[in-house]
């Protein structure tokens, strides 16, 4: 197969040039993996200072997402994808539910990890944290 060194695509009557990763990725050449936290908080609720009941919604509405891998963790929840998609559809569903459940007003902080170069799911990055303890 040919690989581009790089390429110039137009999209929005913009010219937009792609590098040699880029254009790979767009071919579908390798499986690029895509990691993003989306750490919420409800405010105007019902439940006081407690977020558990907001947070259990989100995080199903999340995990009910076809090709999406979900991990719970104590400060957010973190996702992993292959598709850009999914992660502005794990946002979207991420505030349906909170909204459903009652909150005035949400407060999102999000993370995406895109690396280029390779893919490394969430378990070998811990992985290799742990194996330089």
């Known amino acids: 197969m040919f690989l581009f060194p790089f390429a110039i695509i137009k999209i929005n009557r913009r010219y ?6 880029q254009c790979n990725y767009i071919m579908g050449i390798g499986e690029q993996i895509l990691h993003a936290e989306i750490s919420v908080i409800p405010i105007g609720t019902n439940s006081g200072t407690s977020m558990s009941k907001e947070i259990s919604s989100a995080f199903d509405a999340i995990r009910k997402i ?4 979900t991990v719970l963790t104590a400060m957010g929840t973190q996702i992993e994808t292959n598709d850009f998609g999914n992660i502005l559809k794990a946002i979207e569903v991420t505030h349906q539910s909170i909204r459903s459940a009652g909150a005035k007003r949400i407060i999102t902080t999000i993370k995406i990890d895109e690396r ?3 893919s490394v799911s969430l378990e070998k990055k811990v992985e290799s944290v742990i194996e330089k303890l």
């Not at 937009?16 to 990763?21: E, G, K, P």
């Not at 076809?66 to 891998?69: F, G, L, T």
């Open 66 to 69: 076809k090709d999406v891998k």
């Open 16 to 21: 937009i040039i792609l590098s040699d990763v």
């Open 116 to 118: 280029l170069d390779r």
